[in-house]
């Protein structure tokens, strides 16, 4: 919920008992129900909308992503990751009319998308930061690929919390790049939530956890990546993946 509430104007108040009749409620469970939320707000019957979240459900990623569907985000397209993707957060802005109370709205760059939360900024994707998110984040690195080159990403050091290590792809002005994950390891999995790597700068972001079935080829819409690869749990994860200018 404080996520949600820091990208966009929805809030979220304890339950008035005597004068709320319309509420959501969050319930963890180990009846082996597995996730599950209503799509929007409840407005008949019990008028009670409800999350459930079964043993192995609690993650801040799935958490997450049920309450966007209580929302009423019917799909949050692609697998889910470990948090929201920028889609979805526009996608709650603009059902709730975030922006209605701006008198202008940034001009996000980069994939980003203007926050329900303030008027002049934006929410970036991986890599980009700033208002407008026209800065790189710190410890993204940018790669140069002038013909064809493999990239590693690798997350092998001591995990204390969520973590991810970005690299932006930049192909020459008026080209575009053809991405091909080549390896990902050593474990595989069959959530995207606990690790994976997610390749975005198309018209849909790619993301995948294992490379059983072989991941189809990604082409970008303009002329750079970004590659992200993430872990929310204590595993060493790698991926390379095979850059062609195209």
């Keep these: 919920m404080a996520y949600w509430q820091s990208v966009s104007c929805v809030t ?29 707000m409840i407005q008949e019957g019990s008028f009670i909308t409800n999350i459930k979240l079964d043993t192995g459900c609690d993650s801040f990623a799935i958490a997450a992503d049920m309450l966007s ?64 998110c026209d800065e790189t984040s710190a410890g993204t690195q940018l790669v140069q690929v002038a013909d064809t080159r493999d990239v590693t990403l690798s997350l092998t050091g001591a995990f204390t919390t969520a ?9 020459p002005a008026g080209k575009k790049l053809q991405a091909t994950i080549k390896t990902f390891g050593p474990e ?22 294992s490379t059983s079935p072989t991941p189809s080829d990604l082409v970008s819409t303009g002329n750079s990546l970004t590659l992200r690869l993430f872990r929310t749990a204590n595993y060493a994860v790698q991926a390379t993946v095979s850059l062609n200018v195209v």
């Design 12 to 40: 979220f108040r304890p339950i008035d008992h005597i004068n709320d009749y319309e509420y959501l409620m969050v319930a963890a469970s180990a009846a082996g129900i597995g996730c599950y939320s209503n799509l929007g």
């Design 69 to 132: 569907h209580s929302l009423g985000v019917y799909s949050t397209g692609g697998a889910i990751t470990d948090k929201p993707s920028i889609a979805t957060i526009a996608k709650v802005n603009e059902m709730y009319k975030c922006s209605a109370s701006c008198s202008t709205k940034p001009a996000c760059l980069n994939g980003g998308t203007p926050s329900g939360k303030d008027c002049a900024s934006c929410v970036c994707p991986a890599g980009w930061s700033g208002a407008k």
């Design 163 to 171: 973590d991810e290590k970005v690299i932006i792809v930049q192909a």
């Design 188 to 209: 595989c999995f069959t959530a995207c939530t606990i690790a994976g790597v997610q390749i975005s700068g198309s018209t849909t972001d790619k993301i995948i956890c």
